[in-house]
């Protein structure tokens, strides 16, 4: 009889209460994540909550709403952390593109860790600037709406965007922690923590919604069919997996052969992972949301047409949408796997493609196998993203029953388990070794 995963590696109950290191670190970062949730209570000096509630309430249906998802509902309570990690997502998103284009910015990249650390320093500082800008625009729009601001003037402003400058940062500053003394990527678990604390008073939106006739009961039922659906999409494409095999010749030395095995160079489906969808999210929500708080229903007509145009569900917002999940996914896709270095590090261990000469053929090659998969990965994003999208923006349910938040959710929750699984491998590694030394010692 087969044994089941789980008898294979060991990651049951006991080697888990074993792993202390491992412990620590879940502990952290449940810590981290809760402190994040607290600082979404806590509001910005000020305001009215009341009135802001009622000009929120306008404007959620849109786009903002989507902006709020994100936050962890910091942005309709106006809180210290209503910017959230976005300006830094934009922040790294700017830096990524300067690198590939500014010379001196990719030499300092190839410099090891040193220019790595420099590039982040130029990030952060550039991240304090679009925080101030967005906390400013943030600042205006909440006293061009009537009631909201209790004591218009400079400094309110001047308060307000210090607060929310130093929420960034701090946000900032806890995802780097949770990355370096936590499980799993910081930054995606604070997204992922926001969305996850809200989905059960979205949940109860959506039945109340059913209890009052808003929404039907059929429709209620295929709208959780669907996101069951689109989970079980999301899990089998993040897993699929495009294997190329590399040949290594055999190698006399001595009396003994060496080499002489097939392996396989795995390719994800999706390289990219969740960052094209943040990234895009991230770069469209803000000034949109910018426009919804000053008042793009009763401004100007350019303002109010705007507004229309890149309404939840629109055209023009779904092709911005997917003209940037396309691109952020074949951007980063060529930044995390290079080809020729790729070929290069094959042809100097003596490993080959079967048919395929080493060198630049092989590089073409694994470059060709790429850019394919990488527009299925594209393509599978881009409808995960907009096609719940365009269902939703015709029903008034929640969105976080949509595409980008499933994705979300589901590949930040594959990544830290894979992360967790790791970590009790490298455990019981390490337990084998001392074991052994121990034996050694004794004999």
């Not at 100007?300 to 003209?323: E, F, H, K, M």
């Not at 995390?336 to 003596?350: I, K, S």
């Not at 979300?408 to 929750?413: A, G, L, S």
């Not at 594959?414 to 790791?422: A, H, K, M």
Request: hydrophobic share 50%; aromatic share 10%.
């Amino acid at each position: 009889m087969a044994r089941t995963p789980q008898a294979q590696t060991g990651f049951g109950l006991g080697a888990f209460a074993k792993a202390d290191d491992l412990k620590k670190r879940i502990l952290f970062t449940l810590g981290a994540l809760i402190i994040y949730r607290l600082g979404t209570f806590i509001p910005l000096p000020g305001i009215d909550p009341v009135a802001l509630a009622e000009v929120f309430s306008r404007q959620s249906g849109g786009i903002l709403g989507m902006f709020d998802m994100f936050s962890g509902g910091a942005l309709g309570r106006m809180t210290i952390f209503a910017l959230n990690i976005m300006p830094y997502i934009t922040a790294s998103i700017i830096m990524q593109l300067m690198t590939a284009i500014v010379p001196s910015l990719e030499v300092m990249k190839k410099d090891g860790e040193a220019g790595r650390k420099q590039i982040n320093q130029y990030t952060r500082y550039l991240t304090v600037l679009l925080a101030a800008v967005q906390g400013y625009g943030i600042a205006a729009a909440l006293e061009s709406s009537a009631g909201v601001v209790t004591d218009a003037g400079l400094f309110f402003r001047l308060t307000t965007v210090i607060t929310l400058v130093g929420g960034t940062l701090f946000l900032m500053w806890l995802g780097e922690q949770i990355t370096s003394r936590g499980i799993g990527n910081g930054i995606s678990l604070i997204i992922f923590s926001g969305i996850i604390a809200e989905v059960p008073s979205a949940l109860a939106g959506t039945l109340e919604l059913g209890r009052t006739g808003a929404l039907s009961a059929f429709l209620i039922v295929v709208l959780f069919a669907m996101a069951v659906a689109v989970i079980a999409f999301i899990v089998f494409m993040e897993r699929s997996l495009r294997k190329i095999l590399i040949q290594y010749p055999k190698r006399q030395q001595g009396n003994r052969v060496f080499g002489g095995q097939a392996q396989h160079l795995p390719l994800k489906l999706n390289v990219s992972g969740v960052i094209p969808p943040i990234f895009a999210s991230s770069l469209l929500l803000m000034p949109v949301s910018i426009i919804n708080l000053s008042g793009g229903q009763g401004g100007p007509d350019w303002l109010v047409t705007l507004n229309a145009l890149l309404g939840r569900g629109q055209p023009l917002y779904l092709l911005i949408y997917v003209s940037f999940i396309v691109f952020f996914a074949f951007f980063y896709t060529a930044i995390v796997f290079n080809p020729t270095d790729t070929a290069e590090n094959l042809r100097r261990n003596g490993g080959y493609v079967p048919g395929i000469r080493p060198g630049q053929p092989t590089a073409d090659y694994l470059d060709f196998v790429l850019t394919r998969l990488t527009v299925l990965g594209a393509a599978y994003l881009a409808a995960v993203c907009i096609l719940p999208e365009i269902l939703i923006s015709q029903y008034a349910v929640p969105f976080y029953f949509g595409g980008t938040s499933l994705l979300i959710v589901v590949t930040v929750t594959l990544d830290t388990v894979g992360q967790v699984q790791s970590h009790m491998l490298a455990h019981q590694y390490e337990g084998l070794i001392r074991k052994s030394q121990l034996r050694g010692r004794r004999g």
